[in-house]
């Protein structure tokens, strides 16, 4: 039998440049969020400093993701109560289990 090698990185998200999809989403939602805002107040700046808060915040995310375990970002929204961790746990807002 021959053995044969299986890439490690098949599995990862696709990239933009050398950024993931997930790591450069909150640039483009603070980015749209000041166009939004420019529109709506007429300034320029609003568009800079959607551009500013979205590095800022991609920054972050880029830190805390690199530096934690996979699955921790939806722990954290699973706590928050935002999402279900899955069908047998829906509720992360519910913190004692009794029947």
Same mark, same amino acid.
């Given at each position: 039998?021959?053995? *044969?090698?299986? #890439?490690?990185?098949? @599995?990862n998200p696709a990239q933009v440049f050398w950024l993931e999809? @997930? *790591?450069?989403? #909150?640039f483009f939602i603070c980015w749209a969020a000041g166009l939004?805002?420019?529109?709506?107040?007429?300034?320029?700046?609003?568009?800079?400093?959607?551009?500013? %808060?979205?590095?800022?915040?991609?920054?972050?995310?880029?830190?805390?993701?690199?530096?934690? /375990? #996979?699955g921790a970002l939806q722990h954290i929204f699973y706590n928050?109560? %935002?999402?279900?961790?899955?069908?047998?746990?829906?509720?992360? /807002? /519910?913190?004692?289990?009794?029947?």
């Amino acid at each position: 039998m021959k053995s *044969e090698q299986i #890439p490690q990185k098949l @599995d990862n998200p696709a990239q933009v440049f050398w950024l993931e999809v @997930d *790591e450069i989403m #909150p640039f483009f939602i603070c980015w749209a969020a000041g166009l939004f805002l420019r529109k709506l107040t007429g300034s320029t700046w609003m568009v800079t400093g959607g551009i500013a %808060v979205g590095i800022f915040f991609s920054w972050v995310y880029m830190k805390h993701k690199r530096g934690s /375990l #996979p699955g921790a970002l939806q722990h954290i929204f699973y706590n928050a109560g %935002v999402i279900g961790l899955n069908k047998r746990f829906s509720n992360g /807002l /519910l913190r004692s289990f009794t029947k």
